[in-house]
């Protein structure tokens, strides 16, 4: 399968989703600097054991254990991700991002549609058996844009209209 598309393609679809990243990281990155987590975007790669140690670049991530590093690799687990959908990524993003994020313990997994202007907010939770799931833990529009909230640090704040000051052209 060829996921690859000619540069027009990408180029408005590269600037919203590079929009919404930065303004997440700018406003989350100026409210956590003084706390022991930092935020990054899509420059930051993980690896871990769980997912054979492949390299995974989450869009967004919030990560507290900073010494948990394996060369230019993360190997401790962010509490926060997330993935800004494109249309060649969102069915990554969607299942296999997802399940990864689930397995290896992220805690919060945000999905931001930037086409749509809509987040859906995963958190993940285990099953009798111990085995992980993500479920649906609000899914927020214009309508309800007063509920976007980071369930994991709820003293960080971005309202819906920050995240998605997108230019639009």
Not at 4 to 21: G, N
Request: one cysteine or more; glycine letters at 2%; proline letters at 4%.
């Amino acid at each position: 399968m060829n996921n690859t598309l000619p540069i027009e393609d990408l180029s408005k679809t590269y600037l919203e989703h590079s929009m919404v990243i930065n303004n997440f990281v700018i406003k989350i990155g100026n409210q956590i600097k003084d706390s022991l987590c930092r935020v990054f975007g899509d420059s930051v790669q993980y690896e871990w054991r769980e997912n054979d140690d492949k390299v995974v670049v989450p869009d967004v991530s919030i990560i507290c254990n900073m010494r948990d590093r394996k060369n230019v690799s993360f190997t401790g687990i962010p509490r926060f991700v997330m993935e800004v959908l494109s249309h060649a990524t969102e069915d990554y993003d969607r299942h296999e991002k997802m399940n990864i994020y689930c397995k290896v313990g992220v805690s919060e997994y945000w999905i931001a549609d930037w086409r749509k202007k809509q987040v859906e907010i995963y958190l993940f939770d285990f099953k009798e058996d111990g085995e992980p799931y993500p479920y649906l833990y609000k899914t927020v529009t214009a309508e309800n844009k007063e509920d976007l909230q980071l369930v994991m640090f709820p003293n960080f704040h971005i309202t819906f209209d920050e995240l998605f000051d997108i230019i639009e052209y």
